[in-house]
């Protein structure tokens, strides 16, 4: 069974920077796409940035330069990294796997029907 648990989050001005992570665990498929979406107040869930099995990234528009997401294998770990915020950015975070065959699905609001996720962790940016 899959399991993902993040970490990191919390409050920062804007320009800050902010790390997220999340642990997962059941991921025994050699086939998957990894990602982060987010969701603010009032407003539908959005896409931030995918990563597949051989390490091609996706970004949104809005975050490209801003924002990296990254893996380390040997931790089972995703991360996002995120640098020069801006209020805008502030959402609850959630990260989110699953098995994808094709790997070119991997990215933008495909990231929103990954089958598991995370428990979601609040980023506020203050101007």
């Known amino acids: 069974q899959v399991q993902l648990v993040q970490s990191g989050g919390g409050s920062v001005q804007a320009g800050g920077s902010l790390r997220l992570s999340c642990a997962a665990s059941?991921?025994?498929?050699?086939?998957?796409?990894m990602g982060w979406f987010r969701q603010a107040p009032g407003k539908e869930r959005e896409g931030v940035a995918s990563?597949?099995?051989?390490?091609?990234?996706n970004y949104a528009d809005s975050m490209k330069g801003r924002f990296t997401i990254s893996q380390d294998n040997a931790k089972n770990t995703l991360y996002l990294q995120m640098t020069s915020l801006k209020p805008e950015d502030t959402a609850m975070y959630y990260c989110?796997?699953?098995?994808?065959?094709?790997?070119?699905?991997?990215?933008?609001?495909?990231?929103?029907?990954?089958?598991?996720r995370g428990q979601g962790t609040q980023v506020t940016v203050s101007s």
């Open positions: 989110a796997a699953d098995y994808l065959p094709d790997r070119r699905y991997c990215g933008g609001s495909n990231v929103l029907v990954l089958g598991y």
């Open positions: 990563i597949d099995s051989d390490g091609s990234t």
């Open positions: 059941g991921i025994t498929y050699d086939n998957y796409c």
